[in-house]
């Protein structure tokens, strides 16, 4: 168990390019979460797949973001003509379905993301 | 929608002595789960300690403890014997049942630990 890993965990880029961000969850983990962390406050829920399927999505996650899980492994989060109200901490967090209500989420490292 | 809200946005404690910090949630949910996120600085969120509603008994890590009152809707942790390793942002987290499960976290606690 290497925990939940995150690539690149720094990115800066100019606004209206495209970015790309990997999460690789714990092995056999069948959940894996998106939230975004701003300065000072606390993570808030993105999206949300359970195996390969995106399950839920918040309000938070405009058109110009997409998340995918092929084959319920890894996953990535794109975002499209990045703003700079984007620049934010991305964190990636998995958890395993244990059939009650006992389960708990693993945080990776998070992707800082400065859009200049 | 459920919230939750922590009330300090920094505490300070003197080494070896304890603190306490305080968490507040609105839920219509009467299952569900509390949690206690710690975030040092530049380092990734691990957990502290958890508790399920439906039980009475507050939960205990080592010196982690909470103060679990269901009827106020109030979450506090408290942390005997502070150190130094405990310096951080600390995050109170809910968790429904239902759906994606997923984490509704408050806006953080800034502790400082003075030697």
């Known amino acids: 168990d290497t925990g939940v890993s995150q690539n690149p965990r720094h990115k800066i880029t100019k606004r209206g390019q495209n970015v790309t961000f990997r999460c690789d969850p714990i092995s056999e983990h069948n959940r894996l979460y998106w939230y975004r962390q701003t300065l000072g406050q606390g993570p808030e829920f993105l999206t949300y797949f359970q195996n390969e399927a995106q399950l839920e999505k918040s309000r938070l996650l405009s058109d110009r973001f997409s998340a995918e899980r092929p084959k319920g492994s890894f996953s990535t989060l794109e975002i499209q003509r990045t703003e700079q109200g984007d620049s934010a901490m991305y964190l990636c967090a998995s958890s395993v379905t244990t059939g009650g209500f006992g389960e708990t989420q693993y945080f990776g490292p998070g992707t800082r993301l400065l859009v200049l | ?115």
């Open chain 2, 1 to 115: 929608a459920q919230t939750v809200t922590q009330s300090q946005p920094e505490m300070s404690v003197q080494e070896a002595e304890t603190v306490t910090l305080s968490c507040t949630y609105d839920t219509s949910e009467s299952d569900y789960y509390l949690f206690w996120y710690k975030q040092p600085p530049s380092r990734q969120m691990i957990l502290v300690i958890r508790q399920e509603a439906y039980k009475q008994q507050n939960a205990t890590e080592n010196r982690f403890s909470v103060n679990f009152q269901k009827a106020a809707k109030s979450f506090s942790l408290k942390i005997s014997d502070s150190q130094l390793g405990d310096a951080a942002m600390y995050f109170c987290a809910y968790r429904g049942i239902q759906g994606a499960q997923k984490l509704v976290f408050g806006q953080g606690t800034r502790l400082t630990i003075n030697p």
